[in-house]
């Protein structure tokens, strides 16, 4: 079985101030890890995913397969970084990876 | 074209009404999924289907009936549904069904009453 926690169902920083948003994964195969991120009135959207190494907006993760975590940095939040943000984990390259598991949610506000 | 559209925005229908839910893609990916949403929670899979064939039904109650009548278009069928069935519907779709990155839609806003 494969599960996705997000421990933070809220999180407020303050504009400026360094932000992570953590997730920890369990699964036995090969995972591939996402974050999608979906501000108010729009549509779910991805932020970035492992395997392509990218940094979006300022955002960065790193799988980390010894603890099972992907958590999401960034070193300077800005307002418009509120928004709910979501880890996903689906099984890279099997016929499972369709089944793409979120996490809770983390709802994170910035305040001026 | 490179979104997942979806129609209508809003549906209110009753429980003895029968309904469907629209999507489309011209990405020319070969997955396309349901989802559904409900208010502060993650999205829950529904049904997947990978080149044009259901690989996945998440036990969903029959009242729900998806379709997918060629590569680009999918559809979701509804019939006598209840009132706790109100909720997002999210499509998505993907390359393939191996792990790559879902493209989801704006969704449908449903109401039974």
């Known amino acids: 079985a494969q599960r996705v926690t997000q421990p933070e169902k809220l999180l407020s920083v303050f504009k400026g101030a360094p932000v992570e948003l953590k997730c920890n994964y369990s699964?036995?195969?090969?995972?591939?890890l996402f974050w999608y991120v979906q501000y108010s009135r729009q549509r779910l959207q991805l932020l970035l995913r492992h395997i392509s190494r990218e940094s979006i907006k300022g955002f960065t993760a790193d799988l980390n397969k010894g603890e099972t975590s992907f958590h999401l940095k960034k070193p300077f939040a800005q307002e418009e970084d509120s928004a709910m943000y979501y880890c996903?984990?689906?099984?890279?390259?099997?016929?499972?990876?369709?089944?793409?598991?979120f996490g809770e949610g983390t709802q994170l506000t910035v305040n001026p | 074209d490179t979104e997942v559209t979806q129609t209508p925005k809003h549906l209110v229908m009753g429980m003895t009404n029968k309904k469907s839910l629209k999507c489309e893609q011209h990405?020319?990916?070969?997955?396309m999924y349901w989802y559904k949403q409900k208010a502060k929670k993650p999205p829950e899979l529904m049904f997947v289907?990978?080149?044009?064939?259901?690989?996945i039904n998440e036990s969903v109650p029959s009242r729900f009936s998806p379709e997918c009548p060629n590569s680009s278009l999918l559809n979701l069928h509804l019939h006598a549904l209840q009132p706790e069935d109100s909720a997002l519907y999210l499509c998505a779709s993907s390359q393939t069904d191996r792990g790559d990155t879902q493209y989801f839609g704006p969704g449908t806003r449903l109401t039974v009453l």
């Open positions: 289907y990978s080149y044009e064939k259901l690989s």
């Open positions: 699964y036995s195969g090969s995972p591939e």
């Open positions: 996903a984990l689906s099984g890279l390259g099997e016929t499972s990876g369709s089944r793409l598991t």
């Open positions: 990405m020319g990916h070969r997955a």
